[in-house]
């Protein structure tokens, strides 16, 4: 695959990027999945546009600073260029970190169960994750080490693991997973709990092979947190599944 360039227009003399089109769809398409949804989880419509409003822009910043602390020499001393996210530089597990706060804060405040809403997103999330990526792809960023794998992308006469692509179906695939896992769901929280370790779990090995990767010391930063990840959610769903089996199990005998 060879990226056709980072613009895909110019207007007024602006380069509109292709980086901030795909992302833009990837989060106007999750939002309409997540609204259309929400009745069906006991949220309003009316609650799910005020927490795109607060989770959304959170997200963003949450994204925008992890990327910026792993690679503060970029920005030392050019602290404007902090704000520019025209040429890319946003990081998931940034994003997620910062959502998932702004969304337990806000069902705090409007008294709803924060395992509905993030049950809710969580398959949206994949989603946008799957398109998302292929911002990457036109920003020529996030790809792996050379090979000659017949999919690979092409860069600067080179060919590299198209790491963006692996993340972006296996993300699509997550999405139509959790999608129908939804429909027999047997606790709050299952479905995020799903996609954070199943996700986590993909990410561990496609960091591996890619060579743009935030570092924590000597270690892929992505790959420490997706260890804990994986370890921590597994032990929530554990716990939550045998909660849940017990208190089925005690309504059993009431009734």
Request: net charge positive; proline share 2%; hydrophobic share 55%.
């Amino acid at each position: 695959m060879v990226t056709p360039g980072r613009v895909a227009f110019t207007v007024f003399g602006i380069d509109i990027m292709w980086y901030g089109i795909i992302i833009t769809l990837a989060m106007v398409l999750a939002c309409l999945i997540v609204y259309r949804k929400a009745p069906s989880y006991g949220i309003t419509e009316d609650d799910i546009l005020t927490a795109f409003i607060i989770c959304i822009p959170a997200g963003v910043i949450g994204a925008r600073l992890y990327y910026v602390a792993f690679n503060w020499s970029l920005y030392d001393g050019e602290l404007f260029h902090i704000l520019n996210l025209r040429t890319g530089g946003l990081a998931i597990h940034g994003g997620l970190i910062a959502g998932l706060l702004a969304a337990v804060i806000f069902c705090n405040a409007k008294r709803i169960p924060a395992g509905e809403v993030i049950d809710l997103v969580a398959p949206s999330i994949a989603l946008a994750q799957a398109i998302g990526r292929w911002g990457n792809f036109f920003n020529e960023e996030a790809y792996g080490a050379q090979t000659d794998f017949p999919i690979n992308v092409l860069i600067d006469g080179q060919t590299y693991h198209a790491t963006f692509l692996y993340e972006s179906v296996w993300c699509f695939l997550l999405f139509l997973a959790l999608m129908a896992v939804s429909r027999k769901r047997k606790f709050r929280g299952q479905i995020f709990l799903l996609y954070a370790i199943l996700y986590s779990v993909e990410r561990f090995f496609v960091e591996a092979l890619r060579s743009d990767s935030l570092m924590l010391g000597m270690l892929k930063q992505a790959q420490v947190i997706s260890i804990a990840i994986i370890a921590l959610g597994i032990v929530c769903y554990v716990v939550l599944y045998r909660k849940e089996k017990t208190k089925a199990h005690y309504n059993y005998l009431k009734y």
